[in-house]
């Protein structure tokens, strides 16, 4: 069965550290999503992703944050300057179509634990 | 945006049919019903969706009430793998589609 993959499964970072998450969406998948998930408490969803731009962004998303799709299978999320706040579980998830009407498949997650 | 409301928590015995509850009053016109768990140190999964009429997967059922603002996720027969959170989410498609947005879902807890 096709899956989403992430890397690496546990990230620790120093505070103002800059950090790259990688997913690999399903490969005929079109819609890119990261949530996360701080420990004991909600998935958030941060921001959604089509035809090499955002589609939908978060209030947790912002100015430290970007995503880019940097080559055909790559889907990668950038803290910029970490802070101790964004210690967190960091899923992707991938859809053929827009999620209103269809299932998200979501990766294993990234556990990040800035220091 | 259209909300949900779960109980926190149920519990199950194994091989018993278990069926989760969700609220969602203002649900609008072009929601879609989500239904999504997550099992321990694992992402979210898909269970099943559905808009106006029931559906039947090979994981569970979706019974929808008739007006929508309420709907049951039916696990046939429990297994200790069915132990995860449960969400309920709804989604908008058309032009003011929605990212899923999970709630704090109901831990469904699966007894031997």
């Known amino acids: 069965e096709p899956e989403v993959t992430q890397t690496p499964s546990h990230q620790v970072t120093q505070m103002g550290q800059e950090v790259i998450l990688r997913c690999v969406p399903i490969?005929?998948?079109?819609?890119f999503y990261w949530y996360r998930q701080i420990l004991g408490q909600k998935v958030e969803f941060l921001v959604s992703?089509?035809?090499?731009?955002?589609?939908?962004k978060s209030e947790i998303f912002d100015d430290q944050f970007s995503v880019e799709r940097p080559d055909g299978s790559n889907f990668t999320l950038k803290i910029r300057s970490t802070k101790l706040e964004d210690s967190a579980m960091y899923f992707c998830?991938?859809?053929?179509?827009?999620?209103?009407?269809?299932?998200?498949?979501f990766g294993q997650g990234t556990r990040l634990t800035v220091v | 945006d259209a909300k949900t409301t779960q109980p926190n928590s149920m519990e199950s015995n194994e091989e018993e049919p278990v069926h989760l509850p969700c609220n969602h009053s203002t649900i609008s016109g072009t929601d879609y019903i989500h239904w999504y768990r997550q099992l321990p140190s694992q992402g979210p999964e898909y269970v099943i969706h559905g808009l106006t009429s029931n559906v039947n997967n090979r994981m569970a059922s979706l019974a929808i009430a008739e007006d929508r603002k309420s709907s049951t996720l039916i696990l046939h027969r429990a297994t200790l793998r069915d132990a995860a959170v449960y969400y309920c989410i709804l989604s908008r498609s058309g032009a003011g589609n929605t990212p899923l947005v999970f709630g704090k879902g109901t831990r469904l807890s699966v007894i031997a």
């Open positions: 490969s005929n998948h079109l819609y």
């Open positions: 998830a991938s859809s053929v179509l827009r999620e209103s009407n269809t299932e998200a498949f």
């Open positions: 992703f089509y035809n090499n731009e955002i589609s939908e």
